[in-house]
């Protein structure tokens, strides 16, 4: 079993940067692949971003905003947020599995979910 507990989020205005972190518990995420998943209210959870192998991944929405990173050496991945939008409102979940690349961005693929952190950005 593998524990993930998010944390990071918060209120921010538009244009700002978060960090959000991710760390595990239990097992290590060890041989895992790790994503960010969102979902706000009304809409199905979506994917962010994900490191599958030495490959990162990333929602069309985010890329040249976001970045995914792990620390193997305590366990813990993150997501650095910048030039924050409003639409990014959201309640972010770090996720732990073993999806093949064509999966990387589907939540059936992972196995492990965190409790989730509300990111809101306000214009």
């Known amino acids: 079993q593998v524990q993930l507990v998010e944390s990071g989020g918060g209120l921010v205005q538009a244009g700002d940067s978060l960090r959000l972190s991710c760390e595990a518990s239990?097992?290590?995420?060890?041989?895992?692949?790790v994503a960010w998943f969102r979902q706000s209210p009304g809409k199905e959870r979506e994917f962010v971003a994900g490191?599958?192998?030495?490959?990162?991944y990333y929602a069309d929405s985010v890329k040249g905003r976001f970045s995914i990173f792990r620390d193997r050496t305590i366990s813990a991945i993150y997501l650095q947020m910048n030039s924050l939008r409003p639409e990014d409102t959201a309640v972010y979940y770090c996720?732990?599995?073993?999806?093949?690349?064509?999966?990387?961005?589907?939540?059936?693929?992972?196995?492990?979910w965190g409790q989730g952190t509300q990111v809101t950005v306000s214009s």
């Open positions: 996720a732990a599995g073993r999806p093949i690349t064509s999966t990387v961005a589907t939540t059936g693929a992972y196995y492990y």
């Open positions: 490191i599958k192998g030495g490959s990162t």
């Open positions: 239990g097992n290590t995420f060890g041989s895992y692949s």
